[in-house]
């Protein structure tokens, strides 16, 4: 399972992907960000679903290894931002 700290950082810098621009609130912040929280979590869309958009969008493009690591490695730049 992918080891998120729950920062907030992915979701207060929606701007930076042109995926998130539905829930982005005008200032690269998504509207269901409370605090560093999702209030919609249990229901979030897929594109937030770390382990779910591997099995929809990259189970045969790379390793679950691999996609950790490139995930782990946007969060450790989103977090020097
Ligand atoms: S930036 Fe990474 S560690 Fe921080 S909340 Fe997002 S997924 Fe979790
Ligand atoms: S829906 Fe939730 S998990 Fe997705 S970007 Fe917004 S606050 Fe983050």
């Given at each position: 399972?992918?080891?998120?700290?729950?920062?907030?950082?992915?979701?207060?810098?929606?701007?930076?992907?042109?995926?998130?621009?539905?829930?982005?609130?005008?200032?690269g912040?998504?509207?269901?960000?409370?605090?560093?929280?999702?209030?919609?979590?249990?229901?979030?869309?897929?594109?937030?679903?770390?382990?779910?958009s591997?099995?929809?969008?990259?189970?045969?493009?790379?390793?679950?290894?691999?996609?950790?690591?490139?995930?782990?490695?946007?969060?450790?730049?989103?977090?020097?931002?």
């Amino acid at each position: 399972m992918f080891n998120c700290d729950m920062c907030g950082k992915c979701c207060q810098n929606l701007r930076l992907s042109p995926l998130y621009a539905e829930l982005d609130d005008g200032t690269g912040k998504c509207r269901y960000l409370e605090g560093n929280l999702c209030s919609i979590y249990e229901t979030r869309p897929l594109l937030c679903r770390i382990d779910e958009s591997y099995d929809a969008f990259f189970k045969g493009k790379m390793t679950k290894e691999e996609y950790y690591r490139l995930n782990y490695e946007a969060c450790e730049k989103l977090k020097k931002l």
